[in-house]
Structures are given as C-alpha cells and as structure tokens.
C-alpha cells in the first residue's frame, strides 16, 4: 500500500497486512505529521463466488467461452473501466516523428540544391579553365616544335609531329595551316569515333579545311566549340613563329564530359552520400526515441490515471522539457488523489 504524507508528500509502502486492527498510526520523518492508515476491508465471497476446483468450473462449464462470458458479467463497474485503458483511441494529428523526418529532408534538399548550384555555376566554369590551358599547352607545345622544321619546309618532321599530336590523351586532331589557308598536316585520333559520312570524306579527300575553318578566333584568342562529324570538340588556335600559319588542336568534349560524371559518380562520391543519408536516419531514429518514448509512456501513465489509477508514479525521464512535464503531471495526479481523499473523508 502507498502511503502519503499530506503535508510534504513524502511518500511510504506499508505492508497491510501487518496492521493490527482496522486503523494504523504513525509519525511522517521528513515533518513529523502524524498519519493515520486504515486497514482496506477484506471482500468475502458469497457461495456463488467461492474458488471452486479445476474439475468443478469444467463440469459446470465445459464451453470455455460459457465461462469467460460469465465471469466478464460479474466484473465490477471499476475493473471494467479500467480495462478499456488498453482500448484508448489515439489522437489525431501529425505525428512527431514525421515532422522530424520532414525536417531532415528539407536540409537534404537544401543541401542538395546548394551543391547542384555550386555545380551549375562553379564547377563548368573550372573545367572550362583547365580544359583552355591544357589546349593552349597542348598547341603552344606543337607549334613550338614544327617552327624550325616547317621553316626548313621539312613536311615529313612536320607530319610526324601533327600525328604525334593527335595521339595525345582527349585530343581529337591536330593540324597545320600555311599562310595561303592550306593544310599541309592533318591527323584524326580515331576517325572511327565520327560518324559514316564524314569518315569517308576524310578518307577519300584527306583532312577538311573546313572543320577548321569553323573556328572564328585568332591565335590566343581562347577556344571555340565546334561540331565535327557528330562530335562536339574544343578548338584551339595558335600562331606558328616567323612563318604566318598556325596550327589548330581539337579536344573532345564527351572526354571531359566523362570526366565530369565520373568524378560525380565515382565510388568515393557515392560512399559519402550513402554515409550522409544512413547517419541521417540514425539521428531521426535516436531523436525519435528520446522523445516519443517518454511521451507514449506519459500518455499511458495520464490515461491510466484519468481512469481512477491514482496511486500510480510519474518517473520523469528524456529531454528536460519531457522531464518537466513528467513532474508537472506528477504534482498534479498528487493534488487530485489529496482532492479525492479528503473528500472520501
């Protein structure tokens, strides 16, 4: 039996069993009230309500269900009321844990926005820089080594180096240009990666001036992109010393385009999203538990107690705001269980 002081509430577990008599008296130790217990009444069967053996309650109901509808009829009003605590509908709205989780999708969206806006607008603009100085290095380089040979009208140093060129890694040709607008060396990385129609105009006329003539620029003015037998590609030009031609360098642009998605998708890119998203479900589901699980468990403890259980114990537990709702939810079962003593009084 719990026992409480009225006036500090200190709280006591009496054995009642051992009180002598119908009443009990004893001193509080935390202020010295004195309180009197008495003794609950011991409930005497009737002969229709006396413990009958096993072989007894099957002889007289040998349908289990007989028996279970007869002793629901004789629960009392009380035990009745209680039972429907497990029956307790439950509220509606939204629950808590979805507002959780909708908040951590909304930071994922807002992470992932930033990075595709930082994508759009940062990362083409980097590549588009280094793809520039590796063209211009690219066709610097080779105008550099094809000036004396090409002074010295050494065609054959000159075709060795146009083709030395185009077998770079990402370049897609390599071609020399006289003063007078004629191609005097020309090479394609693989003619196969263009389409049918242009792979035989190559084949049977050599290398067109007019893929070069697309390009709009002068000598370090920069790259142009340009469209080359279904193939998109960055030209650059540059300017061949002391003798008035230049030479052009194209670049696939589907190799840089690879190298932008492999980057993106790479495995190391991927483990970091999926370590991103599993510690976010990790944090949903421990922010979950730390707060719906004393709430559930103060729910229950409230309902049991609006259905007459007032000698239950309110254990506050959780955040420190369930804590103190725990314990606002505690003075008041007390206040009413004081309330509804003194008027049993």
Do not use: W
């Not at 998203?277 to 403890?301: N, W």
């Amino acid at each position: 039996m719990l026992v409480i002081c009225e006036d500090c509430a200190k709280k006591y577990y009496i054995d009642e069993t051992r009180i002598k008599g119908d009443k009990a008296k004893f001193t509080c130790n935390g202020c010295g009230h004195i309180i009197i217990v008495e003794k609950p009444p011991v409930e005497v069967l009737s002969s229709d309500e006396k413990v009958l053996p096993d072989e007894a309650i099957i002889a007289r109901y040998p349908d289990e269900n007989q028996l279970e509808e007869e002793q629901q009829s004789k629960v009392p009003p009380s035990t009745n009321v209680a039972k429907e605590k497990y029956f307790v509908p439950k509220g509606k709205g939204v629950p808590i844990r979805s507002y959780i989780f909708l908040t951590m999708i909304m930071g994922f969206a807002v992470i992932s926005a930033a990075f595709f806006y930082l994508y759009i607008n940062y990362i083409p603009q980097i590549i588009n820089n280094q793809i520039e100085l590796r063209t211009s290095s690219i066709t610097e380089s080779f105008s550099g080594v094809i000036t004396k040979p090409l002074l010295l009208r050494n065609y054959l140093q000159v075709n060795k180096e146009a083709q030395r060129t185009s077998k770079l890694p990402g370049v897609a040709y390599a071609a020399v240009v006289n003063k007078k607008g004629i191609v005097i060396a020309g090479f394609f990385s693989d003619i196969t990666r263009f389409d049918r129609e242009f792979e035989t105009q190559v084949k049977e006329k050599g290398f067109p001036v007019s893929v070069l003539a697309q390009n709009k620029l002068g000598a370090g003015d920069g790259y142009s992109r340009i469209t080359v037998g279904g193939q998109v590609i960055f030209d650059t030009v540059a300017a061949i010393p002391d003798s008035g031609g230049e030479v052009h360098v194209g670049i696939y642009v589907s190799e840089v385009d690879n190298a932008i998605s492999n980057a993106l998708l790479s495995p190391v890119t991927i483990s970091v999203l999926c370590s991103i998203l599993l510690v976010g479900l990790l944090i949903l589901y421990l922010l979950t538990r730390m707060i719906t699980k004393p709430m559930h468990q103060l729910t229950d403890v409230a309902n049991r107690i609006s259905l007459g259980e007032l000698d239950l114990v309110i254990t506050p537990s959780g955040p420190r705001e369930m804590r103190e709702l725990a314990t606002a939810f505690e003075r008041m079962r007390y206040s009413i269980k004081a309330a509804v003593d003194r008027l049993g009084k």
